[in-house]
């Protein structure tokens, strides 16, 4: 699976929180379609990647063996490349604080639940 197509978003839509980026990477990864996101936080008063969101990126980036660039805190635009699902069983993600947890389920779990397993 490759993916061919470049869908433009711009993070500073609707609220311009973190879960456009979130929302965004995961349907990325699942629907195998490379994404670019400028404006990321773009409604908030400290605009750019903040640590959650660029471990979150990781993760799916890791989950999808995709590339991913621009991933870095206090970036305001980032491009995923997705590629095809993780053989691995295991990833880890430390976005530093405990409050981010759930923030990274929400990038992470729709990947793993919605991935078809890997061939035997």
Do not use: W, Y
Request: hydrophobic residues 40%.
């Amino acid at each position: 699976r490759k993916a061919c197509r470049m869908m433009e978003i711009d993070g500073s839509l609707m609220e311009g929180g973190g879960q456009v980026v979130r929302v965004s990477s995961a349907l990325s990864a699942l629907l195998g379609l490379s994404i670019r996101i400028h404006k990321i936080r773009g409604g908030r008063s400290k605009p750019g990647l903040a640590a959650q969101h660029a471990a979150g990126l990781h993760l799916v980036t890791a989950l999808c063996c995709g590339n991913i660039e621009g991933a870095a805190i206090g970036s305001q635009e980032i491009t995923l490349l997705p590629s095809i699902p993780s053989p691995r069983a295991e990833h880890v993600a430390d976005a530093k604080t405990a409050g981010s947890c759930m923030l990274l389920l929400q990038s992470a779990l729709p990947v793993c639940c919605l991935f078809p397993p890997p061939a035997p």
